[in-house]
């Protein structure tokens, strides 16, 4: 049975850095108390921001016991102002102790070959998850959303949507800059605990009211949880919905 979305409204940007915080803290929380560690993927874009704002500062966390991993990454280098993984460095990972290791990044020896370096990073999922060819099931993908609807790197009418035997996938044409990018595929995505979408401003909200309203099959609205599927929402990003889709508040 697929999860019923849940859609929560917040009234700024602000407010969802908070709820954030409380949310994403409590799930590895619970995840740590079950498993002894907390495995997340991020996403790049306005995503990294919006969630290190409060979080960096949360003393109630366990960050050894974290485990990161990208939704999607650019085939750039780590530093390069294009990086996924350089966004969450600066926003998150510079401010908080979690190790080194823990932290999934592209391969660097393979940012020119797209197809190696999603092979490479599938790898190092699986390592990650013990070495098991079962599908790793992450405890939370912190998802975002381009005004597209599209997620991760998945793009609206793009052939990597209907990729269904690998874990990550690789493609040299993406629709948004920089073309050369690897991304988590609809299998793990949706075999995840709980899938979280985090969705700030105006720019997004015919996206929002296509998915959430209309069903449209865009590649965020096709995004299962095995747990929970949650949208955080600011007014801005939510303006175009029904009135009668929102909650409010956790
Ligand atoms: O290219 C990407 O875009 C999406 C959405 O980004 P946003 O800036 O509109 O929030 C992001 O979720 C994805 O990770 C990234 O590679």
């Not at 996403?43 to 921001?49: A, E, F, H």
């Not at 197809?115 to 790793?136: E, L």
């Not at 997004?204 to 949880?225: C, F, M, N, T, Y």
């Amino acid at each position: 049975m697929p999860a019923t979305p849940e859609i929560f409204r917040f009234s700024s940007s602000d407010d969802i850095s908070r709820a954030l915080d409380h949310f994403v803290a409590e799930t590895a929380r619970a995840a740590i108390a079950r498993s002894g560690r907390f495995t997340v993927s991020l996403s790049g874009g306005s995503l990294p921001k919006t969630l290190a704002k409060n979080l960096k500062d949360n003393k109630s966390i366990e960050w050894s016991k974290w485990h990161i991993f990208f939704a999607d990454e650019r085939c750039v280098a780590l530093d390069h102002d294009e990086s996924n993984y350089l966004l969450a460095k600066q926003q998150l990972l510079d401010h908080v102790p979690i190790p080194a290791t823990h932290v999934y990044t592209i391969n660097q020896a393979l940012v020119q070959d797209h197809k190696a370096a999603a092979k490479d990073y599938a790898a190092q999922i699986k390592t990650a998850f013990g070495g098991s060819d079962a599908m790793p099931s992450i405890d939370l993908n912190l998802l975002g959303i381009g005004p597209d609807g599209h997620c991760c790197s998945l793009f609206p009418g793009h052939r990597l949507l209907d990729v269904a035997d690998v874990w990550v996938a690789s493609l040299d044409d993406s629709p948004k800059p920089p073309p050369s990018r690897i991304t988590l595929t609809y299998p793990i995505i949706n075999n995840a605990d709980i899938n979280l979408f985090v969705v700030t401003g105006d720019g997004k909200a015919d996206a929002i009211h296509k998915i959430v309203d209309q069903k449209e099959a865009l590649p965020s609205g096709r995004v299962q949880a095995k747990g929970r599927l949650i949208w955080f929402l600011d007014d801005g990003a939510a303006g175009k919905l029904n009135a009668s889709t929102l909650k409010y508040n956790l």
